[in-house]
């Protein structure tokens, strides 16, 4: 049977079996390296590996270095991703491969770049032409909490606000500007500490899409559900990556509760519930009543994450468009966006 499988596969079966004790491998496991349905970056990977080896048995030199053995010492970016792929990664076989051949290309600067942009729109666009005004300017000082909720910049031309919902793009924009810096600094954390490895693994399309799917289901859940309040913040891209990723976790709990242990899963869960309740009470009690902000996304987000997100996330391995359950998330997905356009259309 050897004889019948390509090098490249081969090479894929044996560093499998060396990672079992027993010396065995599933049937899911062999499928899944046979239909070789890996992301770029990942295929780059095992590319790397197939040259390596091609290139150290024919003696050949080349510029592709074989990763250090484990008893060597491994340089900082390995030992990052080495990390990277330990807490984003569920099968074993497929944390080595990764960890040792990623090259870092393409580089994952969606988030990096969605961050900066989030960082710096944020003291600059609280009027009308946004240009100019700094944050500390507008910081009410008669206002105890005014620096970590506030203010809502309403009159900035990327919010969504109820009155403008017409505008289209608001739909979409509301994401790059923050209401306070509780509000910032959480979005920004979970992007840079959870976006960055997943777009690592996942690729910048596939984690741009979850993100952009919450974003979303936020908006639109807003324009719906609650209709007179405004709108900022990336909290519903964010709940989705979030979401999708702690429900994959929790779904390979077995290979993963090395790196995921109740403690790490349990302060997630704290942090965030904080985050959510804050949320809500800066929607009844903090601001004026014409300066409120939904705390919609957080929740829609969250749905996002754990329907289309936890697809996407969890099969990284396949191609989307082959399974079923793709398919009925996004006609479920799609017929919720369709819902709320006809909404707006025609209700108002």
Known sequence: ??????????????????????????????????????????????????????????????????A??????????????????????TEKSDRKIYSDYYSCFPPPLLMIILSLVQVSLYPLLYTALGFYVYYAA??????????????????SPFIYSPAKREQIFRFFTYIVLHAGVEHLVFNLA????????????????????VYLAGA?????????????????????????????????????????????????????????????????????????KDTRVSFLAHLFGLLAGLTVGLLILRNFEQKLHERVMWWVSLVVYAACIIFTVFWNIFYY
């Not at 859940?221 to 976790?249: E, F, K, M, Q, W």
């Not at 709990?253 to 800066?282: C, H, N, P």
């Open 190 to 209: 979970v992007q840079l500490l959870l976006g960055v490895p997943l777009e690592m693994i996942h690729g910048t399309f596939r984690v741009g899409a």
């Open 138 to 155: 507008m910081w009410d000082r008669s206002t105890p909490a005014g620096w970590l909720s506030g203010p809502v910049p309403v009159n």
């Open 216 to 288: 979303l289901a936020g908006s639109m859940s807003t324009s719906v559900i609650d209709r007179t309040v405004y709108l900022v913040g990336g909290s519903g891209g964010v709940y989705a990556l979030l979401a999708g990723h702690l429900a994959n976790v929790l779904t390979n709990y077995t290979e993963m509760q090395e790196t995921f242990g109740i403690a790490k899963i349990g302060l997630i869960l704290i942090i965030t519930s904080a985050d959510v309740g804050f949320s809500i009470w800066r929607r009844y009690n903090d601001h004026p």
């Open 68 to 89: 250090p053995p484990d008893n060597q010492p491994k340089t900082c970016f390995q030992k990052s991703v080495h990390r990277v792929a330990k807490e984003v990664l």
């Open 1 to 66: 049977m050897a004889g019948d499988i390509d090098s490249h596969h081969l090479n894929l079966v044996q560093e499998v079996l060396q990672q079992d004790d027993m010396g065995n491998i599933s049937f899911q496991q062999f499928v899944n390296i046979m239909s070789n349905k890996r992301r770029d970056s990942f295929r780059s990977a095992v590319l790397s590996r197939e040259r390596n080896f091609h290139n150290n048995n024919n003696n050949d030199v080349c510029s592709y270095q074989l």
